[in-house]
């Protein structure tokens, strides 16, 4: 009878602690979810604004300015890159989840 008092207090524990660490882990996930759409959303302004930048004709043919033109339309290109990482990233979970509510639904 005390082995199984044990075993339960020790079991109690360990469910604690898991779900402690459960629910510290999540909150951590959301404010990084968080961050990462916070800095999505710079991004696609800083994209815009460097796009109107880059429409606007050259009169100058320096090869200085035309260097820094061809470094701001590989800085814009590298913007586009990390908000598609980030946003496939999103969808992959997002599949993920549809799998295992359809896995969930099936059974």
């Known amino acids: 009878m005390t082995a199984l008092v044990v075993?339960?207090?020790?079991?109690?524990?360990?469910?604690?602690?898991?779900?402690?660490?459960?629910?510290?882990?999540?909150?951590?996930?959301?404010k990084v979810e968080d961050a990462i759409e916070e800095s999505?959303?710079?991004?696609?302004?800083?994209?815009?604004?460097?796009?109107?930048?880059?429409?606007?004709?050259?009169?100058?043919?320096?090869?200085?300015i035309r260097q820094v033109v061809n470094d701001i339309k590989v800085t814009r290109d590298t913007l586009l890159l990390i908000a598609n990482k980030f946003a496939s990233i999103d969808s992959e979970v997002l599949e993920?989840?549809?799998?295992?509510?359809e896995d969930a639904d099936d059974q």
Do not use: G, M, W
Request: with cysteine; glycine share 0%; charged share 20%.
């Open 7 to 30: 075993t339960i207090c020790v079991l109690s524990l360990c469910l604690i602690a898991s779900l402690y660490y459960a629910i510290k882990f999540s909150l951590i996930i959301l």
């Open 40 to 64: 999505l959303d710079i991004i696609d302004e800083r994209y815009k604004s460097i796009s109107k930048i880059l429409e606007i004709p050259i009169f100058y043919d320096s090869p200085q």
């Open 96 to 101: 993920e989840r549809n799998t295992l509510e």
